[in-house]
């Protein structure tokens, strides 16, 4: 019997606005969404996957838990894309304009980042081109 865990399922973020934030993740971010139910607790759970993935981001809306405050630099998802330029213009289009960069990073690529509705950041990296 293995002493360790295996891959990672999902990740978790309770939001104060589920339809806003699920536009997010969808319309912004382009990820896909597999599923929607209602916890037994009373929570309503939406879970998305990026193109590629296998690990699922799972946004929680459970109300009675109390309102959802995110504090600065608190945790982020990270993202891979073609071209941070290309993704800024459209997630702008969309009402999310990058919040920090793009800077160069040590590898030779770039990274940025942008503010969902809740106050999570996400970064942004493009990979150095070939």
Do not use: W
């Amino acid at each position: 019997m293995s002493q360790r865990v295996g891959k990672l399922l999902h990740t978790r973020y309770r939001v104060s606005d589920l339809e806003k934030s699920s536009y997010f993740y969808k319309e912004v971010l382009g990820l896909e969404e597999v599923s929607r139910k209602t916890s037994p607790r009373g929570s309503t759970l939406v879970f998305f996957k990026a193109p590629g993935s296998e690990s699922l981001i799972e946004i929680c809306h459970y109300p009675s838990s109390g309102e959802v405050k995110v504090q600065a630099d608190l945790t982020h998802l990270a993202f891979e894309v073609d071209n941070i330029e290309a993704f800024a213009l459209h997630s702008t289009a969309k009402g999310y304009p990058l919040s920090d960069g793009p800077t160069a990073s040590s590898s030779g690529g770039r990274f940025a980042f942008i503010d969902g509705p809740e106050g999570y950041e996400i970064e942004l990296i493009e990979r150095p081109k070939s």
